[in-house]
């Protein structure tokens, strides 16, 4: 069964830093996406990023990037530059046939 | 980017009562679209994929008989909460690909239910 694991229930920032949110998943399948979802007070899934399982450069949104280790089934999300409006419940999810989330991670962002 | 659309986004009803949450692609069309539950606090779980013209596949543990989902267009899924009971108040979320972006899911905003 496909598992995604998010070791981190809450994290904390403070605005202008970087934080980085952690997650692993247990997979068979060689071809899969992986995501990383932020959902706002509002709880709106918003994507913030997606990377595919072959490629093997880490995708980067703008101050959103990733380090995918496909071998250590890790996919960790960093937030560079921190805003206020980055606080959010961040989900990490798999894909290969149908999605999978993560249990989440809350983050605050101190002002 | 694509829009989903899910309405209602609150709905409360009295227990025995059934209630009908529709999820709409607005400028893409959606061959499946996928129901999710989440509990305060909690991660979404995938309730059921709906397949436009067939028969929702429904995860383990969902009883079809009480979520009833219909997919009569490539634009519109429902999904029905029939004779609602209080353990079935929750978020509920769609979500549809665009397979015109490379199957981007893109997500409604989700419906609270509550069931008195």
């Known amino acids: 069964a496909q598992t995604v694991t998010q070791s981190q229930p809450e994290m904390s920032v403070q605005e202008a830093e970087t934080v980085t949110l952690s997650c692993t998943y247990d997979?068979?399948?060689?071809?899969?996406?992986l995501f990383w979802y932020k959902q706002p007070p509002s709880r709106q899934m918003i994507l913030v990023i997606r990377?595919?399982?072959?490629?093997?450069q880490n995708a980067t949104e703008n101050r959103f990037s990733v380090n995918f280790q496909k071998a250590a089934k890790s996919f960790s999300l960093k937030i560079s530059d921190s805003q206020l409006g980055d606080a959010a419940m961040y989900f990490c999810?798999?894909?290969?046939?149908?999605?999978?989330f993560g249990t989440g991670t809350r983050l605050a962002v101190r002002p | 980017g694509a829009v989903v659309s899910q309405h209602p986004s609150w709905v409360i009803c009295k227990s025995g009562t059934s209630v009908k949450i529709e999820c709409r692609s607005l400028?893409?069309?959606?061959?499946?679209m996928f129901w999710y539950r989440q509990f305060p606090k909690q991660s979404l779980m995938l309730m059921a994929t709906s397949n436009e013209g067939s028969k929702a596949t429904y995860e383990q543990g969902v009883e079809k008989d009480k979520f009833l989902i219909n997919h009569a267009s490539l634009t519109l899924s429902t999904l029905t909460v029939t004779s609602a009971h209080p353990e079935d108040s929750s978020f509920y979320i769609c979500?549809?690909?665009?397979?015109?972006?490379?199957?981007?899911?893109?997500f409604g905003s989700g419906t609270q239910l509550s069931v008195l």
């Open positions: 979500s549809a690909p665009d397979t015109a972006l490379d199957e981007k899911l893109f």
């Open positions: 400028d893409f069309q959606a061959t499946t």
């Open positions: 999810a798999y894909v290969a046939d149908k999605l999978t």
């Open positions: 997979t068979s399948e060689s071809d899969y996406y």
């Open positions: 990377q595919e399982a072959y490629k093997q």
